[in-house]
T-cell receptor, first 117, second 115 residues
Framework: GAVVSQHPSWVICKSGTSVKIECRSL??????MFWYRQFPKQSLMLMAT?????????EQGVEKDKFLINHASLTLSTLTVTSAHPEDSSFYIC?????????????FGSGTQLSVL | GENVEQHPSTLSVQEGDSAVIKCTYS??????FPWYKQELGKRPQLIID?????GEKKDQRIAVTLNKTAKHFSLHITETQPEDSAVYFC??????????????FGKGTHLIIQP
């Protein structure tokens, strides 16, 4: 399948600081990437759709000023959690598809476990 | 928007027995239904998927069935093994051919294989 790389794998930060998470498509170009959040023992909830060269589309209830998304190239999207608080602690995971090869199949990055102290 | 319901939330079966997980969806326009397996702290892995023009698909011990009329689809795992223990998610989507179509996930089923 298509390879999606994400880092860091885990990060611990102090409350009030900002954290940047990177998502890369390694063997294909992704005009769209998806950012999900997953709390312990819960499902994956779509936060936003990242669009190369344009603004991200955020799901209802997700604060766009808190979760900044930048998709500056066809292989890289970043999610920055600004002024992180303990309630932002979660597993963040990106995904993308290569429709030219794998059609509708969606592949995931390895995820980032964020812990805010 | 799409809404996906998944049952059961936890399923415990004896090793060697079969496991069945069921999902329903709300949007009749959805045409793609994947299943993902996720181990603790790891990324979801696509294990099988089915398109709406197919009623059943099988890959070794794993099979998926789809009933479009009833808007439900199921995952079947036969001859379960300890390594099948994980959380399984179903999902649904209307795929229109581009990269921007998103998936809606069910809440997940924690499958426990008892030795």
């Amino acid at each position: 399948g298509a390879v999606v790389s994400q880092h860091p794998s885990w990060v611990i930060c102090k409350s009030g600081t900002s954290v940047k998470i990177e998502c890369r498509s390694l063997d294909f170009q992704a005009t769209t990437m998806f950012w999900y959040r997953q709390f312990p023992k819960q499902s994956l909830m779509l936060m936003a759709t990242s669009n190369e060269g344009s603004k991200a589309t955020y799901e209802q209830g997700v604060e766009k000023d808190k979760f900044l998304i930048n998709h500056a190239s066809l292989t890289l999207s970043t999610l920055t959690v600004t002024s992180a608080h303990p309630e932002d602690s979660s597993f963040y995971i990106c995904s993308a598809r290569d429709p030219g090869v794998h059609f509708e199949k969606l592949f995931f990055g390895s995820g980032t476990q964020l812990s805010v102290l | 928007g799409e809404n996906v319901e998944q049952h059961p939330s936890t399923l415990s079966v004896q090793e060697g027995d079969s496991a069945v997980i069921k999902c329903t969806y709300s949007d009749s326009a959805s045409n793609y239904f994947p299943w993902y397996k996720q181990e603790l702290g790891k990324r979801p892995q696509l294990i099988i998927d089915i398109r709406s023009n197919v009623g059943e698909k099988k890959d070794q011990r794993i099979a998926v069935t789809l009933n479009k009329t009833a808007k439900h689809f199921s995952l079947h795992i036969t001859e379960t093994q300890p390594e099948d223990s994980a959380v399984y998610f179903c999902a649904a989507m209307m795929y229109s051919g581009g990269g921007a179509d998103g998936l809606t996930f069910g809440k997940g089923t924690h499958l426990i294989i008892q030795p």
